[in-house]
């Protein structure tokens, strides 16, 4: 009997389903796009700052049973349509803000808990309002922005190791010691404390009685030794979002670190502007830059938004009340920003 003739077709068919690893290996499809990659980037930024000014204004009015008794009592009544409009306007710059520099949801909780907190520690130690109605409002605030970030944008590799690509984080293992987190949490956290106990114990209760005329209790700020163990522990919240605002970010990054030689040659007829740049910022790697940036940028943010959220919305509080209120967290911000530059130059990091 003569063996059957087995077509091309055939013989393909049989190496393909003969062999195991044809068998797991599916055919290659082209890459579909992400839904979000559908949505254009200007279309995502309006919908993140919209959407945020939205969920705040239903959230803060399906809660404001449990809220408007205690704040309704130290808010300015705000009378003409200006006034609204800064806040709101204001609101609507720092989201947009924060999304324009690229932050994910997470850095986005951060950097909102930050800016926020001069304003609802204020509230709490100051002015006696209940830690449930603090605890509302600042979760409103921080809920309006993160959960528009979450579904628009995605997390960065910094806050998702589990799923990052092999080498596209630098630094992991350091991200994810527990003993590094806990002493940069409480370096943070013991310059914050350090910076508030000074002003505490020097010249900011004058400062609360001049510019707040209608604060009603400023034991907080005479509380002296006894009371720093409370700051602290009070503030190690602080300190961890802002390690993980600044530090990870930085740390975390895995772009090179040193600049190609070329691009700092000397440059004939450079203008002084653009050699300045050169000399200064251009001689930062890549991670002094993330770090500088971000510490400027929280530590400016945190003063023009207590200028704003404290002048604006609490009575007979002065400008210049609520710029020295705010300048003390923005100093300690800078503080905490040089110590971790320091920490990164000393280990390499």
């Known amino acids: 009997m003569s063996p059957k003739k087995v077509s091309s077709s055939e013989r393909v068919h049989s190496r393909q389903t003969d062999d195991p690893k044809a068998?797991?290996?599916?055919?290659?499809?082209?890459?579909?796009?992400?839904?979000?990659?559908?949505?254009?980037?200007?279309?995502?930024?309006?919908?993140?700052?919209?959407?945020?000014?939205?969920?705040?204004?239903?959230?803060?009015?399906?809660?404001?049973?449990l809220t408007l008794n205690?704040?309704?009592?130290?808010?300015?009544?705000?009378?003409?349509?200006?006034?609204?409009?800064?806040?709101?306007?204001?609101?609507?710059?720092?989201?947009?803000?924060?999304?324009?520099?690229?932050?994910?949801?997470?850095?986005?909780?951060?950097?909102?808990?930050?800016?926020?907190?001069?304003?609802?520690?204020?509230?709490s130690f100051f002015y006696g309002v209940r830690p449930t109605s603090v605890l509302t409002s600042y979760a409103i605030t921080i809920a309006s922005t993160v959960i528009p970030?979450?579904?628009?944008?995605?997390?960065?590799?910094?806050?998702?190791?589990?799923?990052?690509?092999?080498?596209?984080?630098?630094?992991?293992?350091?991200?994810?010691?527990h003993l590094t987190t806990i002493y940069t949490t409480l370096t943070a956290t013991s310059i914050f404390s350090v910076m508030l106990y000074a002003s505490y114990a020097t010249w900011l209760p004058v400062q609360l009685v001049m510019h707040f005329e209608s604060i009603p209790d400023i034991?907080?700020?005479?509380?002296?030794?006894?009371?720093?163990?409370?700051?602290?522990?009070?503030?190690?919240?602080?300190?961890?979002?802002?390690?993980?605002?600044?530090?990870?970010?930085?740390?975390?990054?895995?772009?090179?670190?040193?600049?190609?030689?070329?691009?700092?040659?000397?440059?004939?007829?450079e203008v002084l502007f653009t050699a300045i740049y050169r000399k200064t910022w251009g001689q930062l790697s890549v991670k002094a830059r993330i770090l500088a940036s971000r510490t400027l940028l929280?530590?400016?943010?945190?003063?023009?938004?207590?200028?704003?959220?404290?002048?604006?919305?609490?009575?007979?509080?002065?400008?210049?009340g609520a710029f020295v209120w705010g300048s003390v967290w923005a100093v300690a911000t800078l503080a905490v920003g040089g110590v971790f530059a320091w920490v990164e130059a000393v280990d390499g990091v």
């Open 298 to 320: 929280l530590a400016s943010v945190i003063l023009l938004n207590t200028i704003v959220q404290v002048a604006g919305t609490i009575q007979s509080v002065s400008v210049e």
């Open 70 to 123: 205690d704040l309704g009592l130290v808010s300015k009544h705000l009378e003409e349509w200006w006034e609204v409009g800064v806040l709101v306007g204001w609101r609507a710059v720092e989201v947009g803000l924060a999304w324009a520099v690229g932050l994910d949801s997470w850095d986005a909780a951060s950097f909102l808990f930050l800016t926020h907190m001069p304003t609802y520690t204020l509230l």
């Open 23 to 65: 068998a797991l290996t599916p055919l290659t499809a082209p890459a579909q796009p992400t839904p979000l990659a559908r949505i254009p980037s200007p279309a995502r930024f309006f919908l993140v700052v919209l959407s945020s000014l939205l969920v705040s204004s239903v959230l803060h009015s399906l809660t404001s049973d």
């Open 149 to 177: 970030f979450a579904l628009l944008r995605r997390p960065s590799s910094v806050h998702d190791l589990s799923h990052a690509p092999s080498g596209a984080v630098a630094n992991r293992t350091i991200l994810q010691d």
């Open 219 to 269: 034991s907080a700020a005479h509380a002296g030794p006894a009371g720093l163990p409370t700051l602290f522990l009070t503030l190690i919240p602080v300190g961890y979002a802002v390690r993980d605002f600044l530090f990870v970010s930085s740390a975390g990054n895995s772009t090179s670190s040193t600049e190609d030689e070329a691009k700092r040659e000397e440059r004939q007829g």
